[in-house]
């Protein structure tokens, strides 16, 4: 399990910092698909009237795992990057929890 802690501090590139601020973590989702991309309308197209699927469907799933990208959005200047982590079935942001039994 891969757990991150939801306030980082690491670089900023933009140009009003320049330097190591304090970033606020949050996890990477896609967007919704768009109807009007230009591939969408191109397989519309091409699906419409008769003669069933035109283009191939992908049924050869070998991954189990996504790799996770962290958005990280500069508190100082509100300016957005990305870093990708590697591969993970768990994730969670949020500070690690001590555990209440003995410590070594």
């Known amino acids: 399990m891969v757990t991150v802690p939801k306030e980082r501090k690491t670089f900023c590139k933009n140009k009003k910092c320049n330097k190591h601020t304090l970033h606020k973590v949050t996890q990477y989702k896609a967007g919704k698909a768009s109807n009007f991309a230009q591939g969408k309308r191109r397989y519309d197209m091409k699906q419409m ?8 469907i992908f049924h050869k799933k ?6 996770i990208v962290l958005r990280m ?4 200047c509100k300016s957005k990057s990305q870093i ?5 079935k768990h994730f969670e942001l949020g500070e690690k929890k001590q555990s209440s039994g003995h410590q070594y």
Request: contains cysteine; positive net charge.
């Open 62 to 67: 070998a991954k189990t795992t996504k790799k």
């Open 84 to 88: 990708a982590l590697k591969r993970c």
């Open 73 to 76: 959005e500069c508190k100082s």
């Open 49 to 56: 009237g008769f003669g069933g699927q035109t283009k191939p």
